[in-house]
């Protein structure tokens, strides 16, 4: 079975800091990664794409290591508003059900 | 755009009754799915579908059936709810299928006493 693992935390972390989570995926065919964001009892949102080359979007940063089997998501001057539970994203190929999503990693913003 | 819409948001039932979660996309994507949410877990896929009349079974459909008759539509139907399909129904749309980004509608929360 294709696996997606975070660690579901929850991550407490002060206003204006920089926190970093990590999400592990067991197939080494995946294809393409995601970081999604869920509010409490919403439907999660798309936050970015990752690419082989690390991308960044404001103070969002993602990172893949393909040969550790690993996705990262960086965030830098954490807001009250980044409190959500983050969701990663790996899809497999072979169609429609190649989309596995992690159980998500909770963050909690603290003032 | 009303982008992907969920009907009911809320429901109740008892064990051995039927119904019928609505979903509707107005992007004209081609793609469309059907998850299931419940503490502890991931997001599972239940039933698929990447056109009009086509669709296919995802990780989870015991239990559920669905179709696709237009491209804006596709509802997913409990047969006969037992308390385990308690969770939170989620549907999602896209252009191209999985490899894309996944819109998902607000969620249907169902309680199965």
């Known amino acids: 079975r294709k696996e997606v693992e975070q660690d579901p935390g929850p991550f407490n972390v002060p206003e204006g800091a920089t926190v970093a989570f990590n999400c592990t995926y067991s197939?080494?065919?995946?294809?393409?990664f995601f970081w999604y964001r869920q509010d409490c009892r919403k439907e999660p949102k798309l936050l970015m794409s990752?690419?082989?080359s690390g991308n960044e979007d404001g103070r969002f940063t993602a990172q893949l290591n393909r040969a550790s089997q690993y996705i990262s998501l960086l965030i830098r001057d954490s807001k009250l508003s980044d409190s959500a539970t983050y969701l990663c994203?790996?899809?497999?190929?072979?169609?429609?059900?190649?989309?596995?999503f992690g159980k998500g990693t909770h963050l909690i913003i603290q003032p | 755009n009303a982008g992907v819409t969920q009907t009911p948001k809320f429901q109740v039932l008892k064990t051995g009754q039927s119904m019928t979660l609505q979903c509707a996309q107005d992007?004209?994507?081609?793609?469309m799915s059907w998850y299931r949410q419940d503490p502890g877990m991931g997001l599972r896929l239940i039933h698929y579908?990447?056109?009009?009349?086509?669709?296919d079974q995802g990780e989870v459909p015991n239990g559920y059936n669905v179709s696709r008759s237009t491209t804006e539509d596709f509802p997913l139907r409990l047969l006969s709810a037992a308390p385990s399909q308690t969770s939170v129904y989620f549907c999602?749309?896209?252009?191209?299928?999985?490899?894309?980004?996944?819109?998902f509608g607000p969620g249907t929360r169902l309680l199965v006493l």
């Open positions: 999602a749309s896209s252009y191209l299928g999985q490899g894309e980004t996944q819109y």
């Open positions: 197939n080494s065919a995946s294809q393409s």
């Open positions: 990752v690419y082989s």
């Open positions: 994203v790996v899809n497999s190929g072979g169609g429609a059900d190649g989309l596995t």
């Open positions: 992007m004209n994507h081609e793609y």
């Open positions: 579908s990447v056109g009009a009349g086509i669709t």
